[in-house]
């Protein structure tokens, strides 16, 4: 199984720390958020990593070269200065990762979840790993039934959604029926959002999922990139 690690963002809410560091090479417990994904799929056992890259892009190579030192291949999908969404980045990043099912991660996040729990196929279409709501996103994002289902309907326990899922790229190639004639699909390469890709294929019950009650942050602010790097480095039982 290959994996993509989702990079392009331009981090604008933790500037100015990412005026000249890309929020996925900030550094949490001593390396950089990237790596701690890049050794966890290595110790699965995957070997080609696709990072998907935009804003200060060189960057990535400069420090992860060729992924040799972790025992992995890295490649790198470029989308040019202005990153194209999380499902634009995942259709042009789909020449490198193949035709079957895809490990893909936000660069941006740290979780203690054991990445070997994922499965290799997806029931459906995708398969979610959810979260318990932090408090900057109270609301959560989608439903978890207890068949394993992931729904966006309205009433219940709503989850959020943690950045770590498995694919299957035939979601991703009917991005066009999903987002219709719109701005976003006029553009060259495509840029649009995952989500109602993602929403489509709940309404067709295509969507499954499983709820990680361990650690996760998103690192989205500087409070709370320092706040997890002090509990990384505080922590005897943290683990890459």
């Keep these: 199984m290959k994996a993509l690690i989702l990079a392009a963002g331009l981090g604008e809410r933790m500037r100015p720390l990412t005026e000249r560091t890309p929020k996925p090479l900030l550094e949490a417990g001593g390396k950089p958020l990237i790596v701690w994904h890049l050794e966890k799929l290595a110790a699965l056992g995957v070997r080609d990593v696709v990072v998907n890259i935009a804003h200060l892009a060189d960057a990535f190579p400069r420090a992860l070269g060729d992924g040799e030192r972790w025992g992995l291949r890295l490649q790198y999908s470029y989308e040019g200065p202005a990153p194209l969404e999380t499902g634009g980045g995942m259709l042009n990043a789909l020449p490198l990762l193949?035709?079957?099912?895809?490990?893909?991660?936000?660069?941006?996040?740290?979780?203690?979840?054991?990445i070997a729990r994922l499965p290799d196929e997806p029931t459906g279409q995708a398969h979610l790993?959810?979260?318990?709501?932090?408090?900057h996103h109270p609301g959560g994002?989608?439903?978890l039934a207890a068949?394993?289902?992931?729904?966006?309907t309205p009433g219940g326990d709503r989850l959020t959604f943690a950045?770590?899922?498995?694919?299957?790229?035939?979601?991703?190639?009917r991005w066009r029926e999903t987002i219709g004639d719109t701005p976003c699909a006029a553009a060259v390469p495509p840029r649009f959002a995952l989500a109602p890709l993602l929403r489509a294929a709940m309404a067709a019950g295509a969507v499954g999922g499983e709820h990680h009650r361990g650690q996760w942050t998103d690192v989205g602010t500087p409070q709370r990139l320092t706040q997890l790097d002090a509990e990384l480095r505080g922590s005897t039982g943290a683990q890459p």
């Design 147 to 152: 068949d394993g289902a992931v729904h966006d």
């Design 129 to 135: 790993v959810l979260v318990d709501n932090p408090p």
């Design 98 to 114: 193949g035709e079957a099912p895809f490990i893909a991660v936000n660069g941006d996040i740290w979780t203690d979840y054991p």
């Design 163 to 173: 950045g770590i899922g498995v694919y299957r790229p035939s979601l991703l190639q």
């Design 141 to 143: 994002d989608f439903v």
